[in-house]
């Protein structure tokens, strides 16, 4: 398998254009380095050739909501503006316990074992807090919205891919709002909850290797592009399970602080640690920046009709509206607890001495504790459609 990716830290600006120009952008936005070998998608016998004609031609449309800008306070929040009398999270219910699976331990922080080193993130209570922290955050920024992908109000089956702890997370919700659908959460690591509703299922599973089940409604994947390896063949396989007129989405942040009103600094020390990160992803043959280029992965794995939601989340408390700083409150504690992995397997992978480490951590976290400076991070919402009849392809 080869990496999808080849990330330097150095990765391209947030796009700021109006949508005329998106197109254009897009087209800029392709990997820098051609894409790895992939095996043709599988378009229904009769289409052979205009698929393979779509797959490599531009992009015909891409349907783009450009990312309004975040206003800044014109002075500091309460200090006490969201402290929380009751822990929202505490809702009685019973996750697995994981003692029954095997995991490994490493400066604290416990690893799965299946598929040892595949995943370089813990998967300790910690993290799973933190993962469950980031879907308020989500729900907050997308008003509620799970997902974006148009699949009508019955759908019948739906996949979750990399569900993490899916307790407040998209299979367990999903089945309480369609009851129609089977939902399936996958992932590498069983983490899930025990209760759930009826048509709620997880599987221990790797996404890159073969899927078992067929005619989906929707696939989704949630913070999941940078941590695939072969995202080619990931979307492939995506194409094959999913029914025609079926969904793929991807919800996923761009790994790369940025500011528009020029108030982060170039030597900013969390654009830097940023930029480090980048380049122990690579390393690891994986990409910070897959987020803002998924599209021709999208189109060569046969998918049409593409769509791209752009949204900035503001990175610590410095938005004027409320609901804006509630995000950037919550971005900020993610990314406060998330960088301290970078000094375990990604940063192992790029040699680096760790009290040099420590030292890039605690500036890094200093940094963000600074209001004046605006930085914010890209989040991207692909969806896109496997073609419901030949007459969609090429769209
Ligand atoms: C960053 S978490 C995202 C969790 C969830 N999608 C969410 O948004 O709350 C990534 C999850 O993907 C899982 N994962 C990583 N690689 C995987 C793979 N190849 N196949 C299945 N799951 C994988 C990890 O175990 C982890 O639970």
Redesign the pocket.
Known sequence: MEPHDSDTGQPPPPPQLPPSQQQQHEEQQQPQQPLPQQKPPQPPQQQPQQQHARASSPSPTVATVEAPTIEVASQPGEEDEFDLTDDPFNDGSTSVTSSVYACTYERGRRY?CF?NG??P?P?DDQ?QDR??M??AM?MELTDGTLFFSPVGDNPQSIL???????I???ATQVGDKYPSARVCG????P?QPLWVPPNVEFL??????DWLVRNVDLV?????A????DISI?MEHAYECLRPGGWIEF?ELMGVPSCDDGTMPEDDPFVRLYATAGKAWAKLGLSTTIAARLEPYLRDAGFTNVHCKVLKVPIGVWAKDKTMRLIGLYQKRAVDEFISTFAGRPFEALGLDPTAVQIDLALARQSIDDISVHRYFPYYFWYAQKPASPADYGT
């Open positions: 799965q598929k595949r995943y993130i998967n993290e993962e469950d980031k879907h989500l979750d891919i990399g569900t993490g702890t899916a407040l997370t998209l996958i992932d590498l690591t983490i221990v599973d790797d996404c890159e290797q989704h994947f949630r913070f999941m940078v941590i695939l390896k990931v919800q």
